[in-house]
């Protein structure tokens, strides 16, 4: 990226921030559950969201760069079940409406912090006292994960998109030589390992969804590369 600036706010400036005019490429706001409500979620959270919101708009219209959040990353507590599922619910949709926001917004990106502390273990990402203390309650390890996936966003908007996933064919789009093997007997099913193959066409398929070309380079007879697709029942026939 040649020479790069980082500036770092004072904490508790969020509201600050985005109410003002920036020329950062890049403004990042990350924020923990407690920005949102202090113990656990309420019907409030939705307004708050909203505000925030409402926030991150005003910035986009004034300035020219990329907003990157966070969503709500929350391990629901509570002796009651209902009220557990009550407030698994009100973060479902907060983040619902956060995920829908970058969506919509061309210069806006989310990362997906829930994820990530899910992907450690919650109990293994956070420490409470980090909350407390420094009000930034994850471990080194999370941390590393969390610079990292704001890093993927940023690189994904700063070089070039990507335009095209080229593959093979045997052994990658099914298991199996089909020169060899015919396509009667090449693996593409449910059952392991034919169903690593099934699923990358799966994922192939929705990068096409996405804009992307799909492109196969093999060495097999076009005849013997067409039967498979006319012959057998698979994501991408």
């Not at 307004?47 to 005003?58: D, G, H, K, N």
Request: glycine share 6%; proline share 3%; with cysteine.
């Amino acid at each position: 990226f040649g020479e790069v600036s980082i500036e770092h706010a004072d904490f508790g400036q969020v509201v600050q921030t985005l109410a003002g005019r920036s020329t950062a490429d890049f403004l990042i706001v990350h924020l923990d559950y407690q920005w949102f409500f202090s113990r656990a979620p309420d019907e409030a959270l939705q307004q708050r969201v909203e505000e925030l919101l409402a926030l991150c708009r005003q910035w986009l219209a004034v300035s020219r760069g990329t907003l990157l959040l966070n969503n709500i990353a929350f391990l629901p507590r509570s002796p009651v079940e209902n009220e557990r599922g009550k407030q698994a619910r009100l973060v479902a949709e907060a983040n619902a409406a956060l995920f829908a926001f970058a969506e919509h917004e061309s210069r806006a990106a989310l990362l997906d912090l829930a994820s990530i502390l899910a992907s450690v273990g919650y109990e293994s990402a956070v420490r409470e006292r980090n909350r407390w203390v420094m009000k930034f309650p994850y471990t080194p390890e999370t941390t590393k994960r969390i610079m990292a996936g704001y890093e993927e966003l940023i690189c994904n908007r700063s070089r070039a998109r990507r335009k095209a996933v080229v593959v093979d064919a045997d052994n990658t789009l099914w298991n199996g030589v089909v020169g060899e093997v015919g396509y009667e007997r090449l693996g593409i099913d449910d059952e392991f390992p034919n169903v690593i193959h099934k699923v990358l066409q799966h994922d192939l398929l929705e990068l096409r969804r996405l804009g992307y070309l799909i492109c196969v380079v093999t060495k097999n007879n076009e005849r013997d590369f067409l039967e498979v697709f006319a012959n057998r029942k698979m994501p991408l026939s």
